[in-house]
């Protein structure tokens, strides 16, 4: 696939003029034209990995993706709506830049959204920051910073589950690799309906049972899944040593799709081996094992659990994400933590970030009181700025402190750093970030930098607005004050 930039005709020359887009997506428009490099960073992923870029069938072109990754994120839409509308809507066909041209199935969209990297986003995002610094949108003089938790698409775990679901897929992945082997086929021994009927006995226990029968069952059930994982590594050491053993030679797509195969179920083995070693250290052995020791999905294995001490939510599933915003909204920076490090451990961090953007530092960083740390307040302090607003947290505070908090200074800095839980809830609700439906940690962050894009470009053409109404009103002013002045003269 190589992607081309096509040429508008003549009625689309003649539609621009009768078309408009609407305010928001008119200024995104713009900003996406003065930004060129943008569209270059998205044709050097577009073009990873193809021998002769030039070649083969017409694609979307780096523009076309872009404007499409970020106009899902502002409806929050899926592919089939997202092409749907495009589709339908001849305002988006322009915004998008397919005019006239046949719109792609919306599987294109999820195979071109997929070769986007994560450092592709950030270097765009950090690219659209600094344009709004250019445009004078943005100065730099207040931070507000905070973590947020973003789900990943799992089911609860439970012990039971999570080896019914590892047993099901190597079983299911057995099935195709044992059917390209060559030579006689592999004989695939259906493990399925046993360990489905255990997983749903130990689903299904009562407390009482539980006390009864549920080391005998879980015994079963890892013998099971156990007897599973031992197949599987037999077919993948069968599947190689078939690749070795081959005088005919298989092509080069039948090989691929072996090895493919054979990576894939020995991941999907691993996975199993460590989810019937937490179920037997829980289970049968008694032992309480850590959370950085346990996995919690075989499909998600990047999933962490994260505690945050919330009333309605004690426990979530997914990565911890950390956010800090300027104070005109914009997202300075992003970043996806492995596990559930401490709040207070991104101070310095962010500080250093926010000193590469601006060249300066904040004269406001406000933040919840899970930042609160001496050092941090008094390398904030040593940094030069002037307000530092981070809650103490825990008892044994001092007067000093106590006195500090009551300030109209301090109170005014919470009430800004407050702003930042409404971002959090618009990427929540607006842009697509409270649960992801993409698989794998890359497609995690791809989606989370688009998400933060999208805010930004959003942002940036509000404020857009309010400058052009602000000049319209300064413009207006004179001329109704002329005019009250003729109506005086002529009474």
């Known amino acids: 696939m190589r992607p081309t930039a096509s040429q508008p005709t003549f009625a689309d020359l003649e539609r621009r003029a009768e078309y408009r887009l609407n305010p928001v997506l008119k200024s995104i428009d713009e900003v996406l034209d003065k930004q060129g490099e943008l569209v270059e960073l998205v044709r050097e992923d577009l073009q990873r990995g193809l021998k ?17 990754l970020v106009l899902m994120r502002i409806k929050n839409w899926d592919y089939r709506e997202l092409q ?7 305002s988006l066909r322009f915004f998008t830049g397919f005019e006239s041209v ?11 959204f997929k070769r986007l990297t994560v450092e592709t986003l950030r270097t765009v995002n950090e690219c659209v920051i600094q344009a709004a610094v250019g445009m004078g949108l943005e100065d730099g003089k207040q931070l507000r910073v905070d973590t947020t938790v973003v ?20 079983q299911r992945l057995m099935k195709k690799l044992g059917a390209k082997i060559p030579g006689k086929r592999a004989r695939v021994r259906n493990r399925n309906i046993s360990g489905r009927r255990r997983m749903q006995q130990l689903q299904r226990m009562t407390a009482q049972e ?13 013998g099971i899944v156990e007897g599973v994982i031992t197949d599987g ?16 030679p298989l092509s080069k797509d039948a090989a691929t799709r072996i090895e493919k195969l054979s990576k894939e179920l020995e991941e999907y083995c691993q996975r199993g081996r460590q989810v019937v070693d937490q179920s037997r250290r829980r289970v049968l052995e008694g032992e309480q094992v850590p959370s950085d020791e346990k996995i919690y999905s075989v499909f998600e294995s990047h999933t962490a659990v994260i505690k945050r001490g919330k009333a309605q939510k004690p426990v979530e599933f997914g990565r911890k994400v950390f956010l800090q915003e300027s104070g005109n909204g914009l997202i300075t920076d992003y970043r996806i933590l492995v596990g559930n490090p401490g709040d207070g451990s991104h101070v310095s961090v962010s500080l250093e970030h926010h000193r590469k953007m601006f060249d300066c530092v904040p004269e406001l960083y406000a933040s919840d009181r899970g930042f609160f740390s001496a050092e941090n307040v008094k390398a904030c ?3 030069g700025i002037k307000h530092v607003c981070i809650p103490h947290k825990g008892g044994g505070r001092s007067d000093e402190q106590t006195a500090k908090e009551r300030t109209k200074d301090f109170k005014q800095g919470q009430r800004f750093r407050a702003g930042i839980e409404g971002r959090i809830s618009v990427l929540f609700r607006g842009r697509g970030m409270k649960r992801c439906l993409a698989k794998g940690p890359v497609a995690f962050e791809v989606l989370v930098g688009a998400a933060v894009l999208t805010n930004n470009l959003i942002r940036i053409a509000q404020l857009l607005e309010e400058r052009a109404k602000k000049r319209r009103s300064k413009k207006s002013k004179p001329a109704s004050r002329h005019a009250e002045s003729v109506r005086e003269k002529a009474a």
């Open 381 to 383: 302090q040593e940094a």
């Open 210 to 222: 539980r006390s009864r029968s549920q080391v005998r069952k879980y015994r079963e059930m890892i």
């Open 102 to 112: 046949t719109v792609p199935k919306h599987d294109a969209f999820n195979r071109a």
């Open 233 to 248: 590594e037999g077919l993948v050491a069968k599947a190689r040593k078939a690749l070795a053993r081959e005088k005919r």
């Open 84 to 90: 749907e509308r495009i589709e339908d809507g001849v």
């Open 151 to 170: 789900e990943t698409n799992i089911h609860y775990p439970t012990d039971a589950t999570l080896m019914w679901d590892a047993s099901r897929t190597i």
């Open 52 to 68: 002769k870029a030039n070649l083969g069938r017409t694609g979307m072109n780096p523009s076309q993706v872009l404007r499409s």
